[in-house]
């Protein structure tokens, strides 16, 4: 059974390319999803960054930026796809990434995507950016 389970999942899907929001849906109805969420200190400050997300799955609101680690993705990899993807930054922009601690969050209300494991970082830009 589990060979066959495999094979047809070998054949229809290749995790590294992405999983489809179906299929993604479904496992996060199977295990906890890791994430990294980013405090982005302004330069020269004690200011942070928040982003607007309006969502399907938690509604309108400030988050601190942060996303999903894919399948056999580098945890630094992550935080650079999601600095550039939400605030435009690159890795010159940043100039320190310091892990702080890790916190879980499970919604019992939902049945798709309850339940995150968050790592939480510091970002530290290198110079102000004009757009922040």
Known sequence: MYRLIHLIVKTFINAEKGLGKRIFHIVSQLT???????IVKIYKSN????????????????HL??????????VKNRIYATLKKELSLFAEDITKISYINNFEVIDNEKMVRAHFISLLH????????SYL
């Open 32 to 38: 906890p999803l890791i994430c990294v969420e980013l």
């Open 65 to 74: 930026p942060g996303g999903i680690v894919r399948y056999k993705e580098l």
């Open 47 to 62: 200011n942070v960054v928040l982003v607007y997300r309006d969502d399907e799955f938690y509604g309108p609101g400030w």
């Open 122 to 129: 510091i970002i530290e830009l290198s110079s102000e950016k």
